[in-house]
């Protein structure tokens, strides 16, 4: 089993920046690629950003460009860098990680098998 904890969410004001962590702790070495994922109040989670193991990444259309997403497989921790901060982004963000192995960075919760219990970005305007 592999245990993720997020941390670092908040309240900001429009274009704020935030850096969310997650830790992962457990058997680490069955994590392949790890995302990010965020669920507005009466909307499905949608994925935000993910990473592989080599550091390929996947960014949603709506974060590109404003969000960073990156890991450190040593300390097995993963990072958001988020900037340009926008009401919309306002979401529980969670910490995810799959523990198959596939080409590329998937982006539908299905293909994640860990998640983490999630950390509230508030933005206001």
């Known amino acids: 089993q592999v245990q993720l904890v997020e941390s670092g969410g908040g309240l900001v004001q429009a274009g704020d920046s935030l850096r969310l962590s997650c830790a992962a702790s457990g058997r680490t070495d069955r994590m392949y690629t790890m995302a990010w994922f965020r669920q507005a109040p009466g909307k499905e989670r949608e994925f935000a950003a993910g990473i592989s193991r080599s550091g390929s990444t996947n960014l949603a259309e709506s974060v590109e460009g404003r969000f960073t997403i990156s890991r450190d497989n040593a300390k097995n921790e993963l990072f958001l860098q988020m900037n340009s901060l926008k009401p919309e982004d306002t979401a529980v963000y969670f910490c995810?990680?799959?523990?198959?192995?596939?080409?590329?960075?998937?982006?539908?919760?299905?293909?994640?098998?860990?998640w983490g219990q999630g950390t509230q970005v508030t933005v206001s305007s």
């Open positions: 995810a990680a799959s523990s198959v192995f596939r080409g590329g960075v998937a982006d539908t919760p299905a293909t994640y098998t860990y």
